[in-house]
C-alpha cells in the first residue's frame, strides 16, 4: 500500500506495482541469467570447486541459427484498403501512396536491424516490444519537420495495467520506463513549461536493479535516472501521454491524437494468461551448464593423469631428476629403486554422455546439425529437405514474427494520418532522376482517406540461401540432362558463387564450336 502524503509521481507508484509482479514472476533474474549465458558469461554464480571454467557456447549457436532462420528472407508492410469508401480506385491510390511512405521509413529506419534485435530480444528475455514516437527534431529538408521513430524497448522496462490480458488495445494503461541522463530531463521540462522548483525535483537516482543485463548497472555515478511515460486511452478514445520522474512532472497529460497504443509486442513462446512470452533460451541454461561442467571435469582429469608419474625409493636416492641422459646414482642394488606409473584411464562413457547431451539438446531445440550445417555436402537435396523440415516448429515464431510487423504498420498508419499535413512532401515509386540523383517527391494530400479502414499484411520474399541452393540444384539437373548448354549454365548461376564468372563464360563460348555462323 502507498502512503497518501507520498511525493511520489502517479506514475512511481504504478512502477513500483509493476515491479512487484515482475518479481513475482521471477522476470529480472530470469532475463539476466540468459542475457549473461547468450554473450557468454555462463559460469557467473555457479560453484566451480577447482575445475576449469571452459565455455562451449551452445547456447549462442542455437539462438543465432534461431533469429537468422525465422529472419531468413526480407520482410516489407503492405497496406490495402480493408473497405473502400467513396472512389475504389482513389483509395487503391491512398493505398500505394502509403506503401511508398512505409518503404521508405523502412529504409531510414533501419527497420531489417530493428527486427533481427527484437527476434533476438524475444528468444533470450521471451518478449519483444517496439515502441513508436513522434521526434519533432528529424529534419525531413522541408518546411515540415519531425517524424515518427520506432524504438525497441526491454521487456523489463514496460508495464501492462493488466498483465494477464494479452491484446495491447484493451489495456487501462501501459507504462515505460527509461533510464535518461538528469540534464536531458531538466532540459525537456524546462521546454515544456515546468516551474524551476519542479526542475530541480529531478535527480539523479541509482535504481538500476530493475534493468535488463548486467551492463545496464554500470552508469556514470550520479548521472541518470528513471523517466516515466504513461500512455492511456481517454474517453474521446484517443490516446494519452504523460512523462515524469520519481518526484517531477517532465509532461502533463498531452494527446497524442492516436486511436492505437503505439507499442506492438512479440511473444518467442506464448504464455496462457500472461502477456510476458517464454524465452527459448530458458530451458537451454540447465543443458548449458551440465556441458560447460562435463567438460571441466574432463579437463581436470586431464591434467591430473594425462603424464605418467615416477615412483622412487628416497631411502636409495635423495632426489629425482628428469633430465634427458643424465645418469641417476644409487647406493646399493638398482632392483625396485623405481618406478612408472601409467597415466590414468577415463571411463569412454563420459565422452559419450557429452556428445549426446548436445545432439540431444540440439535436436529437441530444433537445430539439428543438418540444420546448423554441421554435415557433409554429399547430397545437397536431402540436406534441404532435413533443414526445410527442422525449420517447421519455427513456422510459430515467424507468424508471430509477422504479426508483430503488422502491428507496427498500424501503428505508423496512426502516426500517418495524425501527424502528416497534406502538404508534406513524400517520396514517390519513381527511379531517382538519372542527372541529379535525387528521388521524386510529391505531396501527401491524404487526409479525406483518414475514414478509410486500411488493412496491413507482410510481404515477405524467398531467402537468398535458399533460392540459391535450389536454383544451383536445378541447374546441376538440367546440365547434367543435356537440357541446358555449359554457357546458359554458367550464365544463370549466382554471381557470388564462382570468381570471374565472366571472364570463365567468354572463354567458354570463343571454345564451342560455330554452327550457322553462331557460337
Not at 491510390?93 to 511512405?101: M, Q
Not at 496512426?414 to 541529379?436: G, S, V
Not at 558463387?497 to 560455330?514: A, D, M, S, W, Y
Request: aromatic content about 10%.
Amino acid at each position: 500500500m502507498f502512503h497518501k502524503k507520498s511525493p511520489c509521481t502517479e506514475e512511481w507508484q504504478l512502477y513500483e506495482q509493476g515491479k512487484e509482479y515482475h518479481h513475482s514472476i521471477g522476470l529480472y533474474n530470469r532475463v539476466n541469467t540468459n542475457e549473461r549465458f547468450y554473450r557468454g558469461d555462463q559460469w557467473e554464480g555457479v560453484q566451480s570447486g577447482g575445475l576449469p571454467t571452459p565455455v562451449f557456447n551452445l547456447f549462442r549457436r542455437i539462438i543465432d541459427y534461431f533469429t537468422s532462420t525465422v529472419l531468413s528472407g526480407p520482410v516489407r508492410m503492405h497496406f490495402t484498403p480493408d473497405m473502400p469508401s467513396g472512389n475504389p480506385e482513389k483509395s487503391a491510390e491512398a493505398a500505394e501512396k502509403l506503401n511508398r511512405i512505409a518503404a521508405y521509413r523502412w529504409e531510414r529506419q533501419k527497420m531489417d536491424a530493428l527486427l533481427a534485435n527484437a527476434l533476438r530480444d524475444a528468444a533470450v528475455s521471451g518478449d519483444a516490444v517496439c515502441y513508436t514516437y513522434w521526434d519533432p527534431s528529424v529534419r525531413t529538408g522541408q518546411a515540415y519537420t519531425g517524424d515518427f521513430t520506432s524504438i525497441l524497448i526491454d521487456n523489463t522496462n514496460v508495464f501492462f495495467g493488466d498483465p494477464n490480458c494479452k491484446q495491447v488495445e484493451k489495456q487501462p494503461y501501459i507504462l515505460l520506463s527509461m533510464r535518461e541522463t538528469v540534464e536531458s530531463l531538466r532540459r525537456q521540462a524546462k521546454a515544456n513549461g515546468r516551474s524551476g522548483e519542479e526542475i530541480k525535483r529531478i535527480t539523479p537516482d541509482g535504481e538500476t536493479a530493475a534493468e535488463s543485463g548486467d551492463m545496464a548497472k554500470k552508469e556514470l555515478q550520479n548521472t541518470r535516472c528513471i523517466s516515466l511515460i504513461k500512455l492511456w486511452r481517454g474517453e474521446d478514445g484517443y490516446i494519452r501521454f504523460r512523462k515524469s520522474t520519481r518526484e517531477a512532472v517532465i509532461k502533463e497529460e498531452t494527446d497524442l491524437h492516436l486511436t492505437r497504443y503505439p507499442i506492438a509486442v512479440m511473444n518467442w513462446t506464448p504464455v496462457k494468461n500472461s502477456w510476458h512470452g517464454e524465452a527459448a533460451a530458458s530451458s537451454l541454461v540447465e543443458n548449458q551448464i551440465f556441458i560447460n561442467k562435463a567438460f571441466a571435469m574432463v579437463m581436470k582429469h586431464m591434467m591430473d593423469t594425462a603424464f605418467s608419474k615416477v615412483v622412487y625409493d628416497s631411502t636409495v636416492i635423495d632426489e629425482w631428476t628428469n633430465r634427458v641422459g643424465e645418469a641417476v646414482a644409487v647406493n646399493g642394488p638398482v632392483e625396485n629403486v623405481a618406478k612408472i606409473l601409467p597415466p590414468g584411464q577415463m571411463q569412454a562413457g563420459m565422452l559419450e554422455v557429452i556428445r549426446l547431451a548436445i545432439a540431444t539438446t540440439k535436436e529437441f531445440m530444433g537445430a539439428t546439425d543438418a540444420a546448423l550445417g554441421d554435415v557433409a555436402p554429399n547430397n545437397t537435396s536431402a540436406i534441404l529437405a532435413l533443414q526445410q523440415s527442422s525449420n517447421l516448429p519455427l513456422e510459430n515464431v515467424k507468424r508471430a514474427l509477422y504479426q508483430f510487423v503488422e502491428d507496427i504498420g498500424l501503428v505508423w498508419l496512426d502516426f500517418l494520418f495524425a501527424y502528416y499535413d497534406d502538404r508534406r512532401l513524400i517520396p514517390t515509386a519513381k527511379q531517382p532522376d538519372e542527372r541529379t540523383g535525387m528521388e521524386a517527391y510529391q505531396p501527401f494530400g491524404l487526409s479525406s482517406h483518414r475514414g478509410t479502414l486500411f488493412s496491413c499484411r507482410v510481404d515477405v520474399g524467398a531467402g537468398n540461401y535458399w533460392s540459391e541452393i535450389t536454383s544451383l540444384n536445378t541447374l546441376d539437373n538440367l546440365l547434367r540432362m543435356g537440357q541446358i548448354t555449359l554457357p546458359q549454365y554458367l550464365e544463370r548461376l549466382p554471381d557470388n558463387l564462382l570468381p570471374k564468372k565472366q571472364e570463365l563464360l567468354e572463354e567458354v563460348r570463343n571454345t564451342l564450336p560455330i554452327e550457322g555462323g553462331t557460337t
